[in-house]
């Protein structure tokens, strides 16, 4: 046999012994990769501002058909057949409803003298020498029209001129007193002139009509 074919022949067996002897070689998983559980967050319910209470006037004296809701910023200080007055907080005025069917009101010029309340209120009232209307629009109440009237008394009017009887008693107007008059002329037949009257600060006024203006946002008028 050629030398060279033999020496070849031995080392191909050698190879081979050699790779049946070897170890297997075992492949290492890599190790498994710990998740750390997720916590979860406990669903929280918001926190919701109750609603501020309500209270419902219903008339017991006061001939017109209405109810409406106030807060307890507000409250009833007097209820009649002809009127129902409300208090604003500790401040100077008042907030009314008034059937004015049997009222009388200081005429247009002085000296004043008392008439009775005039079919044309809104018309009336821009030409009264106690008032300086300073704006007037149309509103709704209750789903039924109107006319708004924001004025202030004027110099006339004095520390204290009465303008006003209604029911039991009257109101005086005095310079520097702010009011808000909303007329509707046809509630089921009747009239009823709303009032808002304060002798505050302009910016306290305002806050008075913010808040008598939520109060008619909740007025219901019922068939009588």
Same mark, same amino acid.
């Given at each position: 046999?050629?030398? &060279? /074919? ?34 979860? $967050? ?13 209270? =419902?006037?219903?008339?017991?004296? *006061? ?5 409406? @809701?106030? +807060? ?7 209820? $009649?057949?002809? !009127?129902?007055? %409300? /208090?604003?907080?500790?401040?100077? #005025? !008042? ?5 004015? /069917? ?14 009775? *309340? ?8 821009? =030409? @009264?020498?106690?008032?300086?209307? $300073? /704006?007037?629009?149309? $509103?709704?109440?209750? #789903? %039924? ?18 303008? *006003? @009887?209604? #029911? ?6 005095? !310079? #520097?007193?702010?009011? &808000? ?9 009747? &009239? ?8 505050? +600060?302009?910016?306290?006024?305002? %806050?008075?009509?913010?808040? +008598?203006?939520?109060?008619?946002? =909740? ?6």
């Amino acid at each position: 046999m050629n030398t &060279r /074919k033999l020496l070849v022949s031995v080392l191909m067996l050698v190879c081979v012994a050699l790779s049946a002897c070897a170890p297997a070689v075992t492949a290492t998983k890599p190790a498994a990769t710990t998740i750390p559980p997720t916590a979860i $967050v406990p669903t929280v319910a918001p926190t919701v501002a109750p609603a501020q209470e309500q209270t =419902t006037f219903s008339p017991k004296t *006061f001939d017109l058909p209405i109810t409406f @809701h106030y +807060s307890p910023e507000w409250k009833i200080d007097s209820e $009649v057949s002809s !009127e129902v007055v %409300l /208090k604003y907080k500790d401040y100077d #005025g !008042e907030f009314l409803f008034i059937n004015p /069917k049997s009222a009388t009101i200081a005429d247009l010029t002085a000296p004043y003298a008392f008439i009775p *309340f005039p079919d044309g209120f809104v018309n009336w009232i821009q =030409t @009264h020498g106690l008032f300086q209307v $300073v /704006k007037t629009q149309p $509103v709704v109440v209750g #789903g %039924l029209p109107g006319t708004q009237i924001d004025a202030d008394a004027t110099a006339a009017c004095g520390a204290k001129t009465e303008w *006003f @009887h209604v #029911g039991p008693g009257g109101w005086n107007c005095g !310079e #520097g007193g702010h009011y &808000r008059f909303t007329n509707l002329d046809d509630v089921n037949g009747e &009239r009823l002139l709303i009032m808002t009257v304060g002798y505050v +600060s302009a910016d306290d006024f305002i %806050l008075m009509k913010d808040a +008598s203006q939520k109060v008619l946002d =909740t007025v219901v008028f019922s068939k009588p």
